[in-house]
């Protein structure tokens, strides 16, 4: 069983930066699939963005140009810098890992005040 672990949520007003760190508790150099996603209230849930087989980053539309993933494999930790944040991005956001199964962090809220 895989555990993830989220940090860097909060608080911060629109145009400002935060960035998100997901530890997996496992290696994830071999891993396929690994990134973030959102959910607003009333929303569904929604790629932000993630790193599929080590190398290739995918965006959604929305982020591109302002998000940027990344992730350090000695330390099992994928990151999302979020920069110049709008309202329209508060949400939740899940780390995600998939290596044959789905696994899900808790999710760590992010609000952006206009």
């Known amino acids: 069983q895989v555990q993830l672990a989220e940090s860097g949520g909060g608080l911060v007003q629109a145009g400002g930066s935060l960035r998100l760190s997901c530890t997996a508790s496992t290696n994830i150099f071999r891993i396929h699939v690994m990134g973030w996603y959102r959910q607003a209230p009333g929303n569904e849930r929604e790629l932000v963005a993630a790193?599929?087989?080590?190398?290739?980053?995918k965006y959604a539309d929305s982020v591109k140009d302002r998000f940027v993933i990344s992730r350090d494999s000695a330390k099992n930790t994928v990151y999302l810098q979020m920069n110049n944040l709008t309202a329209e991005d508060t949400a939740v956001y899940y780390c995600?890992?998939?290596?044959?199964?789905?696994?899900w962090g808790q999710g760590t809220q992010v609000t952006v005040s206009s």
């Open positions: 790193i599929i087989s080590g190398s290739s980053a």
């Open positions: 995600h890992l998939r290596d044959g199964r789905n696994y």
